[in-house]
């Protein structure tokens, strides 16, 4: 095996293994909520483009920082499955399908939903944290961006690439992920690829959180297994 090769199964190969079980055994049965993510942003799509059905979207779905934050709140949800109108829409349906299905299989349907959430709510969040701030400070941002319509999946895809990055030990790729968001800001410095950064620091607590729990799961388990058996 070259020295290529070693390096994708060490990087890869646990998380192949994690996908490829579930998904040889139950097929499209394993992504439920993959199936149902992708139907969902193409409905959407399709609605939103005609006459009729783009105010009810926006109304629905559309947040931007500017909103009163409990109607913003209620809209995130659905924002994350509402596509962006200025990017072509096979962009988000392929981001869900590849990284939502590996996440689903891997983690389950609900752990990917609250990973997903979480970044997205984030990203939401952040952009009413920076625009108090102003654009004069490192972490602020213009007024104008209170005006732009936040919405696509893509905070949620990736949150959950670097998630599973470090679930699964694919350190590099995680990290390649973090750099290729600080590239995209240094060279287009927008309310999205800020938002990005702020969902990849949610999600790195969250690892840090599960780090924390499985250490002590296994510091239990350890001492338990080490008490000699009562002895009757």
């Known amino acids: 095996m070259s020295t290529l090769g070693r390096w994708a199964r060490a990087e890869w190969g646990a998380l192949y293994l994690a996908v490829r079980g579930p998904l040889v055994a139950r097929r499209w049965r394993a992504l439920p909520l993959t199936l149902g993510a992708v139907c969902l942003t193409g409905l959407i799509q399709v609605v939103q483009n005609q006459p009729w059905g783009y105010r009810p979207v926006q109304n629905l ?26 990017l072509p829409v096979w962009g988000a349906l392929a981001q869900i399908l590849i990284v939502f299905g590996i996440a689903e299989v891997c983690l389950g349907w609900w752990r990917t939903l609250v990973v997903a959430y979480v970044a997205t709510l984030t990203g939401t969040l952040y952009a009413r944290v920076g625009i108090a701030l102003g654009p004069d400070t490192p972490f602020g941002l213009p007024a104008s961006d209170a005006r732009v319509v936040d919405t696509g999946p893509s905070a949620a895809v990736v949150g959950l690439a670097v998630f599973l990055g470090w679930r699964y030990g694919a350190y590099a790729t995680a990290a390649g992920v973090i750099a290729a968001m600080i590239v995209e800001v240094v060279l287009e410095d927008n309310l999205a690829g800020r938002e990005h950064l702020a969902a990849i620091a949610a999600v790195l607590v969250l690892c840090a959180v599960a780090a924390v729990r499985q250490r002590r799961s296994r510091a239990r388990a350890g001492s338990t297994s080490g008490v000699p058996p009562i002895q009757s």
């Open 61 to 86: 779905g559309a947040v931007r920082a500017e909103d009163p934050l409990w109607p913003a709140l209620l809209r995130t949800p659905l924002s994350l499955f509402v596509p962006a109108l200025d």
